[in-house]
């Protein structure tokens, strides 16, 4: 059976679940957030949508949300007037993002920002590229998670700000959970934090995300990656979760860069004994995590070769570790914020002790 879900606030949308279609209801007129099922073939021809085409103009927001990710589109877009909603779905086996151009129109209007609209989009779109129409599986809390989270991510790497990611769930989001939908609460954190991690990853502020490990400075030359095991391959078609449980248990999950991280979740949240990897399938890290950021001890594999084995606070070396230079040199002592900080020692390649002193952000002081 092909179905969708429209979910309306007064006249606005949200964002949509995916559920086995009931009979067809009314809309709200109470301003109420209340999610009406349909079945989808009456819609769509109504709409005649095989000769229904996508004007251009969401030809190309969908070509600037796709873009910064290198994701290919594996859906058609169609424009179907009078529908007042955006929506995924599929029928007969092929995708489709269907739309309502007046209808979304109206959304940035009331919204005053043309990133509502373009939100809703990204949540949608993610609904497709993690699989979530097709798995057979229903409307899930977690999969609006997913697309929220997948949401956020995209809209940073466009250049929206943290609060523009925010202005369509804040708008129409409900302020209580249902059985298929989480509450505007948690949808909001958790667009924040694929706002967040787009940040960690591509930096383009000084004071929003969480920053990655830093290097220490060497003018070394640096070999190949140490690391080369690649674990089991995995869908290239897909982000999101992969497997198990990546709300409260053990999971992989995949982000829209490609990198994927196994391990411990908590409430969506990296949380336990994980490991990350880049989007090759080189290790990247490995160790423990809290509340979605590398925390306690771990090791951090660099691009140049480089490791970095100890403490972690926030993501960073924070404490007493050793940092591993490709070329075999070595450096075991104190770190703040990825930098030397406190009593160390620097070791060559033979294991000769080099240099000893007390070091101050990155430099030796005595």
């Given at each position: 059976m092909n179905s969708y879900t429209v979910c309306v606030v007064a006249g606005l949308i949200t964002l949509s679940a995916f559920v086995p279609a009931p009979a067809p209801q009314s809309p709200p007129t109470n301003g109420n957030?209340?999610?009406?099922?349909?079945?989808?073939?009456g819609l769509l021809a109504n709409c005649n949508y095989v000769r229904s085409a996508s004007n251009g103009h969401a030809e190309k927001v969908v070509e600037r949300i796709l873009k910064p990710i290198g994701?290919?589109?594996?859906?058609?877009?169609?424009?179907?007037?009078?529908?007042?909603?955006?929506?995924?779905?599929?029928?007969?086996?092929?995708?489709?993002?269907?739309?309502?151009?007046?209808?979304?129109?109206?959304?940035?209007?009331?919204?005053?920002?043309?990133?509502?609209?373009?939100?809703?989009?990204?949540h949608e779109i993610g609904h497709h590229l993690q699989g979530h129409t097709i798995d057979g599986r229903g409307g899930q809390p977690q999969k609006e998670l997913e697309a929220d989270k997948f949401s956020g991510f995209v809209l940073h790497q466009l250049g929206a700000s943290l609060e523009e990611s925010l202005v369509a769930i804040r708008a129409l989001g409900n302020e209580h959970p249902t059985p298929t939908h989480p509450a505007k609460l948690s949808r909001v954190e958790h667009i924040r934090k694929g706002w967040l991690e787009a940040e960690e990853m591509y930096p383009r502020?000084?004071?929003?995300?969480?920053?990655?490990?830093?290097?220490?400075?060497?003018?070394?030359?640096?070999?190949?990656?140490?690391?080369?095991?690649?674990?089991?391959?995995?869908?290239?078609?897909?982000?999101?979760?992969?497997?198990?449980?990546?709300?409260?248990?053990?999971?992989?999950?995949?982000?829209?860069?490609?990198?994927?991280?196994?391990?411990?979740?908590?409430?969506?949240?990296?949380?336990?004994?994980?490991?990350?990897?880049?989007?090759d399938g080189k290790l990247k890290y490995k160790g423990g995590f809290k509340d979605d950021v590398r925390s306690g001890t771990g090791i951090y594999y660099y691009r140049n070769g480089d490791r970095y084995a100890g403490q972690f606070v926030n993501n960073t070396p924070n404490g007493r570790g050793t940092y591993y230079f490709a070329d075999g040199d070595r450096f075991n002592g104190y770190f703040r914020n990825g930098r030397r900080h406190g009593p160390g020692i620097l070791y060559n390649a033979e294991g000769t002790e080099e240099e000893r002193g007390l070091y101050e952000n990155d430099e030796k002081i005595r």
């Open positions: 957030f209340v999610c009406n099922y349909s079945g989808i073939n994701l290919m589109r594996n859906f058609k877009i169609i424009e179907c007037p009078n529908t007042q909603n955006c929506f995924a779905t599929v029928v007969n086996g092929q995708r489709y993002i269907i739309y309502d151009g007046a209808f979304m129109q109206r959304i940035e209007t009331v919204t005053e920002t043309d990133w509502s609209a373009i939100s809703i989009m990204a502020t000084k004071t929003a995300g969480r920053p990655a490990p830093a290097t220490i400075a060497s003018s070394r030359p640096a070999p190949a990656t140490p690391v080369d095991n690649k674990p089991a391959s995995v869908s290239a078609n897909r982000v999101g979760c992969l497997s198990g449980n990546c709300l409260d248990g053990k999971g992989v999950f995949m982000y829209p860069t490609r990198e994927r991280y196994e391990g411990d979740f908590d409430e969506g949240d990296k949380h336990g004994a994980g490991t990350e990897y880049y989007a």
